[in-house]
């Protein structure tokens, strides 16, 4: 049989067999979540409590019983059916989000961070290598290209996670976690990635960006008009490239920063 | 040429052309989020501020300019080069989740919830038809069982939304928005779409689950183990069936409830 004959009947079988085009479009969102709800998800974000290890300039959050505001008295189970809590924090508290107006006079505020970036390829760098021989070592342009030999170049439109395993020490030791300088970017990478790699949003597991406290980087990417996430958790457990990530947060009307929840979904 | 040639042809012409099972595997999650991205988002979440309405029995949140706790002095972009804000407020402020636990004694909370119910087939029920002749009108089974016959069985694992339009009262009228009774759900419909429909989770505009303040569909829904989603908004411009709904909320350790992020991909 010719080609053009397998060619023939392959088109034949698959119209025979292919829905038409309308109800293929009506359908491709739920296969894609077919695809999606079969993938392992990985949680990429700390609980938070009011012992959670907070940068030094800011306070302890303070949770106390929700109580009604005429008496004073706090609800509970027994007398009221139900129980909730005040919440007393910074904005900045656990794995959360920084928006460009964090940094930027004319920056956009949380509530106005278009919906479509929170749903992205997700790309994890490895910082661990390096810390073996430095263990404040910041990840460099040079890293970067070590990676992208190894991987494939950075597709545009990704949020790209900086993994330093200094998360671990989040529950276990918060006080080591706090510890400065931190492991985290190089100025440069955080520049080569949103200018010579189309990126859409960075993060990390550390409470700033930056290795030291100049804060060059975070200034340079929420001026630039990008989100940041930190304090993220568990980019051990994702590969290199191919997972997809979800990464949402409370629409704060002209927030300038909130806890965020960030999860991985496999490839 | 026979049906069966047609067969052996296609099935041919289709393993020359797929990739080999395993590099499928890793692409299906790239085809489902390239799928996603190619549609339209609609978010169903309210920003909220201090002057949010918010349920009688809490008070409003505060927001106050962020402060180095050693001076009580705020930090401003000027002088600091950043500006944040702290919060004080009841975790059931704007569009939220109620985890279990926030009327059950033995429930999860909110960080126990899994990540997989976070993204779900969305059901819109439309309770504003009815409200032509009767304002208050509570969803029905037999409301329920009319939009069945005409859009299919509701499919296990779904998250059901009820559309009141209460919502576009909420910045635009804030005292009415808290009017009572709500326009919410009938109790037999909520215990109906757990039991006879094993949806996952449900959600609605109003400040409560019930019409009344009996809290008879709150403390059944959350007794049972479900979350909820309150004060949602956009639910007329979403489809009665096909879209998806990402809804998350930040990782509160032993968490009541707290703002949540709920949006819908539509087909």
Redesign the interface.
Known sequence: ?SRH???A??V???SLAAPAPEAQA?N??????R???G?R?V?L?????PD?PVWS???QAKFTP?Y??KDKRA?T?KDD????????????Y??HVDPPA????GGITM?EIP??Q??L?LIVLDNTPYQQKDENHAFSVADLKAWEQKHGRIPRGAFVALRTDMSKDFDKNPEHFKRAPFRAWAFETIKFLYEQRGVIATGHESLDTDTTDK?ESE?YLLQKGHYQIEVMTNLDKVPPK???I?V??????????????A?A???
């Open positions: 049989m004959w397998i060619l009947a392959a034949l079988a698959f009506q491709d969102l739920a296969q894609a979540l695809i999606i709800q993938k998800f949680d974000t700390h609980a938070f409590g959670t300039g800011f306070g929700a009604d505001p609800y189970l059916g139900f129980r909730t809590t005040y919440y007393d924090m910074v904005g900045q656990g794995t964090h940094f930027a006079e509530d919906l479509k929170m749903i390829p804060m200034t191919g997972a997809v979800v949402t947060w409370p629409k704060v009307k002209k927030g300038l920063g909130f806890p965020a929840r999860f979904i496999l490839p």
